[in-house]
């Protein structure tokens, strides 16, 4: 039974456990995380002896039976990670209204680690990685505290810190060398957490992107960088619009499944000259990757995991959960006329039979005028910039006929206002066309690394073209030629970029700017070098260091890192091996000592033998005192007198027979 | 306790009630053949301690009573000019003495000071290029007034060094005062017989010397002397010869204690003796407690391996 009042190591372990329940705020139930808080201000009170009984077992027993079956019900929504997670949660928190032995203690101290763990299931950004870092070091802190509780802080903090920094060879080691294994259970992937484009795209929404300063993938180029108006990254191409919103055409996706369903990609003929790039893509939970035209993946992995479908559009073969690398090539001189016209003409034809007649009209009318479909396409643009169009973040509503609206009322709107109408009236027209989102621009950090924004998002059209195939058309550049050439913050008015508060309006700060910039370098780096690092750049690495991987050599590396690992832990407990093991005398005199404390006779630290003898001649009775003062002489007799070997044997042997003697005789004073 | 040591110290405490600890870390410095410094308030009864050691080891006594004009000449001695003989001849001064009480030594200037500490290290005291060996066994009880009194130079840490043991005699309690008072008896000096020959005093030093120290208590002194040099709050660490003191002077203790071998005890009982006056340096006050070599003492268990 150990007590919590003024028990630090207790109150640290408490904090601890309070503040990883609630970084991991999104998959644990909040029911849990009350109970998280009944615990925490349970053991805080009785840290600060406001209240001196901690809870009966029978009370806890209850709450742990109701919540048991409350968690199962709610677990079936769960599924198995989350619901272990939530379990795991809800176990330490009643562990920690239990907390009442050491075993209970280490029991929770464990619970914890693992639960810091568990943390990076959900985040493994620089910042959350040195957050559960701290929060280790603080855990380690409180074991410190609970073994060596008369220990000054600063001793105890230098001990730790120690430990941590004799930790970190070893941590890289088995970082570099383990087997990387991929995750064993299913990622959640609820749809709150998928973030970026979405599958349809109303106009509108790319606005709300384009408010948040978040990440959305981070590239790095070989060799020369594309100019900014030649940046766009597609992501998705929408081929069905219902009057209005744009989604991936239906059609489009029973196609890919049969493509997929045979293992045949779609490949298409790429020559010229190119960009080659890594793009590292934020999470999003959704598996279409971003590319300039027309690209390929290159290198194994990445033709692996990456799949080009028939829109020139790349996906993953898995949801993007965590950070996806991906190493590819882009042609931009290729003509995207490589797929089945015939398809992408029936798809891209059709248009919804009600709404926006005056549109109607007026392609009904210019189409009259302009047979040809660069003619019309001329027209349609030179619209756009012969009328007051103006480029804004806060367009108005407009519930009815959208189209119409847009183009003929308000005549203001956002990037997909003006993609989405311009499709619209080139399918009017009786062109193919198509609403392609995705990112334009970038912000460049070095000479070859750039950073993409949700911010940066964007949307443009195709339109088919007999001779070209599909032609990029981008309205809003006619509209507002600023948004390519230097970001969207330039083609912005004063209001917006008010209300865009998502983006650093701190950039004015020269050296905010330039902190900015060096925290984007860190994370560029965490991200490529730690989290990106995967199986086949352990095996470049090991490659690397041992040349061609052979089994002899690989076996003999896995050797040498395994002994290394032994060696580094061998160094920090070298000095406990190498201490001079206690010789016997001491050992019995010790024992004896510790008997004596049972009656409450303790040595000061600083006190002889013979002085300790004498006092507990005074308080002792003499069927301790006896066996005590024989132990005490031999001692004194094997330390600090001249003796032989033989002598030394015998004074040992001696002082065995009295220690038991000594410990009989404290049996029967307790009895 | 040797028979003779013990009729030794009852005979002195006769002289200075109730100071047995006193007394007893008063011959075990003797023993250890060191010199002492006692240092107290005057009237404390520092020059009848003296007194009463040099009476009972019936060793020949000399007193030099310090002041500010005291020349080296006066206490070592000089050569005069015999116009008999046509030749110098030498006059030896109070220091030629076996047991010599140079009170108040810290009123004396620094010249005086460091011949007397100069002839306490060498046993030897050197005159117009002729060196003259002083008697064995050669003793110095200095004593030394609280720092704070005025018209006093303070001994510096190099020469408060060469002396063994500091002692402090402090105010008698109530009883000793009161039989002290009582007693009435000034004279009992004169009547004071030697109850230990000089040889055998010598015998018994060279005794001392014999004492088993075990390794174990070895390593204790080491841990004492090594914790005030790697702690802070120690000004003067302590020095080899510091730690040689220690030994040597928990020897002597055993041996009074009839022991052939030391223990912890003995290292603790005559630590702060030892160790206090080396700890402070010449900033050292009368009324200290020995707190730094308590506070030494506290930090380091005997027993621990």
Redesign the interface.
């Known amino acids: 039974m150990i007590s919590s009042a003024k028990n630090h190591s207790h109150l640290l372990l408490t904090l601890v456990f309070f503040i990883v329940s609630f970084s991991l705020l999104e998959p644990v139930m909040s029911w849990i995380l009350i109970l998280v808080i009944c615990a925490t201000v349970m053991r805080t009170a009785l840290y600060l002896e406001l209240h001196k009984h901690a809870p009966s077992i029978r009370t806890l027993n209850l709450l742990a039976l109701l919540s048991a079956i409350v968690l199962a019900y709610f677990s079936w929504q769960l599924g198995i990670l989350l619901g272990m997670l939530n379990l795991l949660v809800l176990a330490c928190s009643l562990k920690l209204m239990l907390l009442r032995s050491d075993k209970d203690y280490f029991q929770l101290i464990t619970s914890c680690g693992f639960l810091i763990g568990c943390g990076f299931i959900f985040q493994q950004g620089i910042a959350f990685s040195l957050f559960y870092f701290a929060l280790t070091l603080v855990l380690l802190m409180s074991l410190a505290t609970h073994i060596s509780p008369n220990l000054p802080l600063n001793k105890l903090i230098k001990k730790v810190s120690v430990m941590g920094a004799q930790a970190i060879p070893i941590t890289l080691l088995l970082f570099m060398v383990l087997p990387l294994i991929g995750p064993l259970w299913q990622m959640p992937a609820s749809k709150s957490h998928q973030t970026g484009l979405a599958e349809k795209v109303t106009p509108g929404d790319i606005a709300n992107l384009s408010q948040s300063a978040e990440l959305a993938f981070r590239v790095t180029f070989d060799g020369t960088i594309p100019a900014p108006q030649e940046r766009y990254w597609r992501a998705l191409v929408m081929e069905n619009f219902d009057g209005e919103s744009w989604q991936v055409s239906p059609d489009r996706k029973a196609i890919q499944r049969q493509y997929k369903g045979a293992n045949r990609e779609f490949s298409p003929i790429l020559e010229g000259n190119y960009y080659q790039y890594q793009v590292i893509a934020e999470p999003t939970h959704q598996s279409w990757l971003y590319a300039l035209d027309v690209a390929t993946p290159i290198g194994a992995s990445s033709q692996q995991k990456v799949w080009q479908s028939h829109e020139y559009q790349l996906s993953s073969i898995s949801p993007l959960v965590s950070t996806f690398q991906y190493e590819i090539r882009s042609f931009p001189q290729v003509l995207l006329n490589q797929t089945l016209s015939s398809v992408d003409k029936r798809i891209n034809r059709q248009l919804p039979e009600q709404g926006n007649p005056l549109t109607k009209q007026w392609v009904a009318e210019t189409r009259q005028k302009y047979t040809t479909d660069d003619d019309f396409i001329a027209a349609v643009m030179f619209y756009f910039s012969s009328q007051d169009f103006e480029y804004t973040l806060q367009p108005p509503l407009m519930p009815n006929d959208q189209v119409d609206t847009f183009l003929f009322v308000e005549q203001r709107g956002f990037c997909s206002h003006y993609a989405s109408a311009m499709a619209y009236m080139l399918r009017l027209g009786g062109i193919p066309a198509r609403l392609v989102t995705g990112y334009q621009g970038g912000e460049q950090l070095d000479s070859d690394y750039m950073s993409v924004y949700q911010y940066d998002a964007h949307a443009w059209i195709e339109a088919w073209h007999d001779d070209r195939g599909w032609i990029r058309y981008d309205p809003t550049a006619i509209v507002a030629p600023n948004r390519l050439e230097s970001g969207l913050r330039n083609a912005l008015n004063e209001a917006d970029l008010l209300l865009g508060s998502g983006f650093g309006q701190l950039s004015t700060v020269a050296w905010l700017n330039s902190l900015r910039n060096w925290l984007k370098d860190v994370d560029f780096f965490w991200t490529k070098w730690v989290l990106g690092f995967d199986k086949d750049k352990q095996q470049d690495l090991i490659k690397s260091l041992i040349g061609k991987i052979t089994p002899q050599k690989l076996a003999m590396f896995s050797l040498g890192a395994v002994l290394l690992i032994f060696a580094l832990i061998a160094l920090f407990f070298l000095p406990i091996w190498r201490k001079?093991k206690?010789?016997k005398a001491?050992y019995y005199?010790e024992l004896a000592e510790h008997l004596l404390t049972k009656v409450n006779l303790h040595?000061r630290?600083?006190?002889?033998?013979?002085?300790f003898v004498s006092q507990v001649k005074n308080k002792a009775p003499s069927s301790i005192t006896e066996p005590f003062a024989a132990i005490t002489d031999l001692y004194?007799q094997h330390?600090?007198?001249?003796s032989s070997i033989s002598q030394q044997q015998l004074i040992i042997s001696r002082m065995k027979s009295h220690w038991k003697q000594l410990k009989q005789a404290m049996k029967k004073q307790k009895g | 306790m040797q028979k003779n040591l013990e009729t030794a110290i009852v005979q002195i405490s006769n002289q200075v009630i109730g100071k047995n600890q006193q007394i007893k870390l008063a011959l075990t410095c003797m023993l250890a053949n060191g010199h002492l410094l006692i240092e107290d308030l005057p009237g404390m009864g520092k020059t009848t301690l003296s007194h009463a050691l040099a009476k009972t080891l019936g060793l020949d006594f000399s007193r030099i009573q310090f002041t500010s004009d005291l020349l080296p000449a006066d206490m070592l001695g000089l050569n005069i000019f015999d116009s008999a003989k046509q030749s110098f001849e030498f006059h030896p001064g109070p220091i030629f003495s076996q047991l010599v009480l140079a009170d108040e030594i810290n009123r004396a200037s620094p010249k005086t000071q460091s011949a007397l500490l100069e002839a306490m290290e060498e046993k030897q005291v050197s005159l117009d290029g002729e060196t003259r060996d002083l008697p064995s066994p050669f003793f110095v009880i200095g004593t030394q007034n609280p720092m704070h009194q005025s018209g006093t130079y303070p001994l510096p840490e190099s020469q408060l060094d060469r002396f063994l043991m500091r002692i402090q005699l402090g105010y008698p309690d109530w009883n000793a005062e009161k039989q002290m008072l009582l007693s009435q008896n000034t004279s009992a000096i004169e009547t004071t017989e030697s109850v230990i020959t000089v040889d055998e005093f010598v015998s018994m030093q060279n005794e001392v010397n014999k004492v088993?120290a075990?390794d174990?208590?070895l390593d204790y002194v080491l841990r004492l002397v090594t914790f005030s040099r790697e702690t802070e709050g120690f000004p003067n660490p302590l020095s080899p010869r510091a730690s040689k003191a220690t030994l040597q002077a928990a020897r002597a203790w055993a041996f009074l204690h009839s022991r052939?071998?030391?223990?912890?005890?003995d290292i603790?009982a005559v630590l702060p003796s030892v160790a206090e006056h080396r700890l402070r340096g010449s900033t050292s006050d009368f009324n200290g407690q020995s707190s730094l070599s308590e506070k030494l003492?506290?930090?380091?268990?005997?027993?621990a391996?």
């Open positions: 001079p206690q010789d001491s005199y040595r630290a600083s006190q002889g033998p013979a002085d004194i330390h600090y007198q001249p | 088993h075990s174990a208590i052939d071998y030391v223990i912890p005890e603790q003492l506290d930090a380091i268990d005997p027993l391996a």
